[in-house]
């Protein structure tokens, strides 16, 4: 197994060490004085994140020679070693899987998150420690530490069709993206095949085709669903959904040291297999082996420094997460990967005198745009039949209806699309005799088979939706604390009405009945799909980020996380900023190569 | 029979030895201390746990939620993961089902047969289910099926479960009595 170079921020000697094993920089022991000396603080690259879009900034950067600096404000988790719940059952776990009380009083933001549990709250920051104000109910799901959030990522990796990209402009919800499909094909199939995505090859204008490994099947009901809903409507069509899964692995995915997914479904506590993608598991011991990575975790990035005589940033201003030192580490380019909010919260503290209100923020726009995906709406229905039919193993990913509304034109009272996923499972039985030996063994007998459905929906960016620090409150690293305002729109409550009835009708054609649909109110945020507030765009005027995602000025900045994103689309938007991560490091290397950077 | 698994039976044979010379003891003094620091007493988790095991009994197919060790687990999930409320209306509705049963049968629950037993749980159930939420039995049913569907013997013994299953088949057919994956 790899294991990438980390460095604990308490023990600054080992980066040194660390650091001169990669560059041969310097052969001489380390002291504590060297520890702040130009050469263990001076990188080609710095990477704030070593989450999703961090991990990639970190492989691409480290795969073309490029010494780079991984900061990540969180804990150090290093692959299988730091997943203390991988291979417990779950009678082993103290309360089988349930938060106890007290840590769900004192957790009431983030024990809402999906997949959070007993299991897995080691991947969830506490609410206490990481204050932010709501000016608008918005609940932020953060994970701190090493690798982030692609720990306990849902894994879903659709790309997006080309209509997402113009939609905005077409249908007058808003901006265009500076690229469009094309321009990102090829890099989706680069993270594709490094990454290992399951799936199938649809042929599907709504979700494009990519680089796939084997599906998992349908069991007999989705079967089932898919077949009566492709009947019915002719262009409704419920495919394999595509996971970032290794259901066949190739050799890429061997040499990175993982394996076959083992279909555990127990993804979100780390996988001891490297079954599923993660930051740890593959992005950060990959770039490890190159020499060029170093990694330090506890590391609060405050801001990016500004050099007004060279015009560009020259580094990052880093606070020790437990013993506030604060250092300084420079670099030729610096990448923001910090997670699309707590971005916007960096760029936003990076003043100087040449940007008083953010790093690139010559518009006001820095923060605003801040969107995310609508999840409120859910069904499920009950369906007679299928009792013989069964399935083995857990099955990790789920069924996906591509988007139908809207697709190319305008087609309904408001605007944008939505996905959504949907699968069958088999209920417990309610016998009708409740006490006795009969009961607890009929109890044990697969019940009756189930389809349930849920919407990931596009919402509309809009300037009054945003974040932005707030004047006087700070967090335990005198970090101004972010204030979000985020709330849904008319638009949104069309579509979750449309979705609504949609689904009710779809499971009643799939011959479901005691059909039931709600929408939970969930706040935004809880979709943990927020994105924008330093969107794309061909004009600086109207965007913060050129086609190549650098601050239109400050154009050794690459943002490359969610908060780029100039729309939402319908489509899990991880693997979007994956491979624009990737493209943006490929332009970083050549502008580093013709010394423009 | 791993290693595990025969600790756990004979602490749960040796348990069930205890219980019932506890029980006789009951007869005179009841055991009203806590258990170890947890919601129910010494005596209202054996009660519990006489209740789950009445719901769910050993049967040729597994063992049930005695030899689970349900009593235990209730008393763990209902004093950590619920809230005041809901612990004070288990152990009064404990107080008032002891009372229900010395009514109608003149004996302790654990003592009764299992006849009779199960047909004083199915009246009470009945009351229940017209009562609605606020009777105290559907709690006590909900804690014995949740303690006993996720411990080890009923996750592997009523129903199955693999930790590493290898792969995923989407569709086989299900053989007669194939118990539900756990």
Not at chain 1, 262 to 279: E, W
Not at chain 1, 284 to 295: E, R, S
Not at chain 2, 61 to 71: D, E, H, N, Q, R
Request: proline fraction near 5%; hydrophobic fraction near 35%; charged fraction near 20%.
């Amino acid at each position: 197994m790899i294991s990438p170079t980390r460095c604990s921020l308490t023990v600054p000697t080992r980066i040194f060490s660390l650091a001169a094993n990669g560059s041969s920089r310097d052969p001489n022991p380390p002291s504590e004085k060297a520890f702040v000396t130009a050469d263990v603080t001076s990188f080609d690259a710095i990477v704030i994140g070593s989450g999703i879009s961090g991990g990639w900034a970190a492989k691409e950067l480290c795969d073309k020679g490029l010494k780079t600096l991984v900061l990540e404000r969180g804990r150090d988790v290093a692959h299988i070693k730091d997943y203390p719940t991988a291979n417990l059952n779950p009678w082993e776990l103290p309360h089988r899987g349930a938060m106890s009380r007290q840590q769900l009083k004192e957790n009431p933001l983030i024990s809402k998150a999906a997949g959070y549990g007993e299991d897995t709250a080691h991947f969830f920051i506490k609410d206490q420690d990481h204050p932010y104000v709501q000016e608008k109910p918005f609940d932020w799901i953060r994970g701190y530490q090493v690798g982030g959030k692609s720990l306990t990522w849902g894994r879903a990796c659709q790309r997006w069709s080309k209509y997402e990209f113009t939609a905005p402009e077409r249908q007058g919800y808003g901006m265009n993206w500076p690229i469009g499909y094309d321009d990102v094909a090829p890099w989706y199939s680069h993270v594709e095949k490094f990454i290992g995505v399951c799936g199938n090859r649809d042929g599907l204008a709504a979700m494009p085709d990519g680089e796939y490994l084997p599906p998992f099947d349908f069991n007999c009901v989705e079967k089932h669903l898919s077949e009566k809903v492709r009947a019915h409507y002719g262009n409704r069509y419920i495919v394999q959904g595509r996971w970032a899964h290794l259901s066949q692995p190739k050799e890429i995915h061997l040499q990175q040291g993982r394996g076959t997914c083992q279909a555990r479904n127990l993804c979100m506590r780390g996988c001891p297999y490297g079954g599923y993608f993660s930051s740890n598991a593959s992005t950060l011991p990959w770039a490890a082996k190159t020499g060029n990575l170093t990694i330090r975790p506890d590391s609060v990035v405050h801001s990016i420094i500004y050099d007004e005589a060279k015009g560009k940033a020259t580094g990052v201003r880093v606070i020790d997460a437990h013993t506030h030192a604060v250092t300084e580490y420079h670099s030729r380019t610096i990448f923001v990967n910090a997670s699309a909010l707590n971005t916007n919260l960096i760029l936003l503290n990076s003043t100087s005198r040449r940007f008083p209100n953010g790093l690139g923020n010559d518009t006001g726009l820095l923060g605003r745009y801040v969107c995310h995906h609508n999840y409120r709406a859910a069904a499920n229905g009950k369906i007679a039949g299928f009792e013989d039919q069964y399935f083995y193993g857990r099955n990790p990913t789920e069924c996906i209806l591509a988007n139908f509304r809207n697709l190319g034109k305008q087609d309904t009272d408001f605007v944008g699309g939505y996905t959504t996923f949907t699968g069958a499972y088999r209920e417990r039985p309610e016998p009708a005799d409740r006490v006795g030996g009969a009961y607890k063994d009929a109890l044990a007998q697969p019940g009756p088979w189930g389809i349930y459905m849920y919407m990931q929906g596009e919402t509309i960016p809009k300037q009054t939706n945003h974040v932005r620090l707030h004047s006087t409150m700070k967090d335990q690293w005198g970090i101004p604390l972010l204030v979000t305002s985020v709330h849904y729109d008319d638009n949104d409550e069309k579509m979750i009405r449309d979705w609504l009835a949609e689904a009710k009708q779809m499971l009643e054609v799939a011959g479901c009945h005691a059909v039931e649909t709600r929408d939970n109110h969930q706040a935004p945020g809880l979709d943990i799909h927020e994105m924008g507030g330093a969107r794309m765009g061909s004009d600086p005027k109207t965007s913060m980020l050129n086609e190549w995602n650098q601050l239109h000025a400050c154009k050794n900045v690459f943002v490359t996380d969610g908060a780029c994103m100039t729309s939402t689309g319908n489509q899990s938007p991880s693997i979007l900023y994956m491979a624009l991560t990737a493209r943006a490091v490929n332009h970083a290397a050549d502008e580093m190569a013709k010394q423009n950077l | 029979m791993n290693r595990r698994e025969a600790v756990k039976t004979t602490t749960a044979f040796l348990g069930g030895v205890l219980l019932t010379s506890n029980g006789l003891l009951v007869a005179c003094a009841r055991d009203t201390s806590n258990a170890s620091g947890k919601i129910l007493t010494v005596d209202d988790q054996s009660l519990i746990e006489e209740i789950a095991d009445t719901l769910l009994p050993t049967t040729p197919a597994s063992p049930g939620a005695k030899a689970a060790g349900a009593g235990a687990a209730i008393n763990l999930l209902l004093t950590d993961c619920y809230e005041p409320d809901v612990q004070e209306r288990v152990v009064n509705g404990l107080t008032e089902f002891r009372r229900t049963c010395d009514k109608r049968t003149g004996s302790s629950f654990a003592s009764l047969p299992k006849n009779d037993r199960e047909e004083l749980l199915r009246e009470i159930d009945l009351q229940a289910q017209k009562a609605g939420d606020a009777h105290y039995f559907g709690l006590v049913r909900e804690l014995a099926l949740r303690a006993y569907f996720s411990s080890e013997i009923g996750k592997t013994k009523a129903l199955r479960f693999v930790l590493v299953p290898g792969k995923w088949v989407g569709c086989v057919p299900l053989s007669p009595g194939q118990p539900a994956w756990g």
